[in-house]
């Protein structure tokens, strides 16, 4: 074997030892069940938080237009691959979200390399929260700028980078001025919790910064009508450039930017992900078309998994399953429940115990969230019904700790 074929396989070894080893699992997702060696199990790992993958008039737009466009693009949007459905829901994913103008991309990843790769450059800031998912921190990285990160939802640490750079910088008659770029999840993925937006949007006034919002767990989710967490907390129109996820609660995928017009215009001319790559299939954007269709028409989808996850975290308060931090209480109805258990090995024999159970929630382990903060991430969705609430509170209350592995000090975070 070659020297470095066996390094591989040396490290793989080692993540298999730690309990760290990821493999594929084909699997058969059906609505609110999930099959998994020929057992049909609750899903609770899924994104679809409105169960809109499954919903005929989602699934009956994307055959339509596979029947009128055949699949594929067949090139990228530059060329010969941008389909007058692609327009129609660019122009209606706008006013959904408050925005002039919007951008699809194949994936909400691309749509974050894209943005920050066509605006960023060496000499600017960006600053990240430390819990940013991996694509925000990816498309920092990638762009050449100088990165950041302040701690947690910590907007004093965040103050001092903006004010610093600010200081230091000036406009030059040579070139462009320095550009300052405050980068968030609105919802974090594995703890459930939210940003502070309007607060964000204080400092990005403060400091002439450009403020990006991830928007993939609030849009559909969050707001009167289901925009996002920046029309929860009404900044809609102060945060400069949001990216939405069409694969959590729109049952698709892609990811769509909404801004200005310049904004979505420099992207079409310098976004590499958005002219180097092929086009979402039309079908794509048609399914997306008519998820919004449904969040319009369907509001007690979003009512459902409200009452749904008031009701599992104020029973693991209230029962003493797992400790619950008090600030939790004011955070909005984020369908991401995390159990935190502490070690790897802890987190494995959780996920298992619930499988035995009936309940499929895969453990989430290390680099994905720190050592000692492994944990069982629960995601709600509003086609579950009361009595699996229950199944899953039965078999946490069941559930015995390995004699082995320490107790977590937090074991449950959603601040």
């Known amino acids: 074997m070659d020297n470095w074929r066996g390094e591989l396989l040396q490290e793989l070894s080692r993540l298999g030892a730690a309990g760290l080893l990821r493999r594929l699992r084909p699997l058969s997702p059906s609505g609110r069940w999930v099959h998994d060696r020929e057992r049909a199990l609750i899903n609770l790992a899924s ?23 055949g699949f594929g693009a067949g090139a990228s949007r530059l060329l010969a691959g941008n389909t007058p459905i692609h327009a129609e829901l660019e ?36 600053c990240l929260d430390k819990l940013d998912h991996a694509s925000l ?16 939802l910590r907007i004093d640490k965040l103050a001092r980078l903006l004010r610093e750079h600010f200081e230091a910088t000036r406009p030059s008659s040579a070139g462009r001025a320095a550009r300052r770029f405050i980068v968030t999840d609105s919802v974090f993925s594995m703890d459930g919790d939210v940003a502070d937006l309007p607060a964000l949007c ?22 009167p009508t289901g925009a996002g967490l920046s029309e929860l907390q009404g900044v809609e129109t102060r945060v400069d450039i949001a990216v939405s996820t069409a694969s959590k609660a729109l049952g698709g995928l892609g990811g769509i930017v909404t801004s200005c017009t310049e904004v979505i215009q420099t992207l079409v001319n310098r ?12 079908a794509q954007a048609a399914a997306i078309a008519a998820a919004l269709d449904v969040i319009h028409d369907e509001p007690w989808r979003r009512e459902r998994l409200s009452r749904l996850v008031a009701t599992l975290r104020n029973e693991l308060r209230h029962t003493g399953l797992f400790e619950v931090d008090p600030s ?56 579950l019904q009361d009595n699996d609430l229950e199944q899953l509170l039965h078999a946490l209350r069941s559930w015995r700790r390995p004699a082995h592995s320490p107790v977590c000090p937090s074991p449950i975070t959603t601040d």
């Open 91 to 126: 122009a209606r994913f706008a006013r959904f979200k408050h925005a002039e103008a919007a951008i699809l991309l194949p994936t909400g990843y691309v749509a974050n390399l894209a943005v920050l790769g066509a605006l960023a450059q060496p000499g600017d800031l960006i």
């Open 202 to 223: 204080d400092l990005a006034d403060r400091y002439d910064a450009i403020l990006v919002v991830d928007e993939a767990h609030g849009t559909g989710v969050l707001g």
């Open 271 to 282: 976004a590499r992900p958005l002219i180097y790559t092929t086009a979402a299939p039309p």
């Open 47 to 69: 994104n679809d938080y409105l169960a809109l993958a499954n919903h005929p008039k989602v699934t009956s737009a994307a055959i339509e237009a596979i029947r009128a466009y």
């Open 328 to 383: 939790s209480i004011a955070v909005p109805p984020t369908p991401i429940v995390p159990i935190v258990v502490g070690e790897t090995q802890a987190a494995l024999d959780l996920s298992e115990h619930l499988r035995r159970e009936g309940l499929f929630a895969p453990a989430i382990r290390p680099p994905t969230v720190p050592r000692g903060k492994a944990r069982v991430r629960v995601s709600l969705r509003a086609d």
């Open 137 to 152: 921190i990816d498309a920092a990285h990638l762009s050449g700028a100088r990165v950041r990160v302040y701690p947690h």
